[in-house]
């Protein structure tokens, strides 16, 4: 079976469930206060949790970050695909790049994990990187991307303009001309 983090694992006792809802709850608390890199152990005493079981549950901050994120990215994963119909292959590339430039920014902090973020193999991690690949080679099948362009690629630009927006260098009015202006740069000559 299936556990909350995406591996094998035994359904969670009541206590260890209800503990791992406060941890989730604290951390959204002092991560959208203090960001992304704030103190595990205050994440722990928000939730009135010994560090013990913080880490039991989420043995590094990635993982604790990805659970946070998961409803989210199996959102943004579930509206990509519903938007298909509508949209082209670079215009679905272009509004899940700049949804996942947002959630990015979601915390100041966690853009620089991202990347370790969507390897975490929680379900909406996994299906927010296998959207992104979806939509990625329907792109360069339409030839709207190159295609040397991978995931990778792709994350590094979310990254770097999720970063940029962080440091105020970008506001986030700002984000749908970073993605055109990365998307441009990557489609077919």
Known sequence: ??????????????????????????????????????????????????????????????????????????????????ADDTLEPKASIRAFVQELVMHASHYRGLAASLGAVLQSGTPGCHAGSEEGLRLLHRAQKAGAVRKDVSLDDLLCMVTAISLAVEQGRAGKTRVAHLVDLFLDGIGMR
């Open 1 to 82: 079976m299936k556990g909350h983090s995406g591996t094998d694992e035994a359904p969670l006792r009541a206590d260890a469930a209800r503990n791992r809802e406060r941890i989730l709850a604290a951390a959204e608390e002092v991560f959208l206060e203090r960001g992304a890199d704030a103190s595990l152990d205050d994440v722990a005493k928000r939730a009135k949790v010994g560090i013990g079981t913080l880490y039991r549950r989420f043995p590094a901050r990635e993982a604790l970050l990805a659970a946070l994120s998961d409803e989210r990215l199996l959102s943004l994963a579930a509206a990509s695909r519903a």
